[in-house]
């Protein structure tokens, strides 16, 4: 019945759905725009493997890309790799509070998906 009256997929209903429940989750552990950073990054794999062995997915590997060096593997940093002192010998400390990189960082990773897309 919704779908029939918003015309809205099947697929895009899952995705609101899982990504409501996953964010719901994670912002126990993190930060709003953390928490955003994560659920996004989580859409943006689940479409590069949804579409990795049926179409030429070369714009969603460039997004998965990005999402991995620009997003995730920042998270990974600020909140794992800081607290061990092992760690820190072979990696610098992130100079830049958590908060300051993901309020820049993530909006433009949305305008470029945005800008690459069209």
């Known amino acids: 019945m919704i779908i029939d009256l918003f015309n809205v997929s099947k697929y895009t209903i899952k995705i609101v759905l ?3 429940l996953f964010f719901i989750v994670v912002i ?3 930060s709003l725009i953390e928490a955003l950073s994560i659920v996004f990054s989580g859409i943006v794999i689940y479409n590069f493997f949804r579409k990795f062995g049926s179409t030429l997915c070369f714009l969603e ?3 998965l890309m990005a999402v991995l060096t620009c997003l995730v593997a920042p998270i990974l940093f600020y909140h794992y790799f800081n607290q061990f002192d092992e760690l820190l010998k072979y990696f610098n400390q992130m100079e830049v509070p958590a908060q300051k990189y993901f309020n820049f960082t993530f909006p433009a990773i949305l305008f470029f998906f945005t800008w690459a897309e069209t």
């Open 61 to 63: 590997l460039i997004e």
């Open 28 to 30: 126990n552990y993190f």
């Open 18 to 20: 899982i990504s409501i």
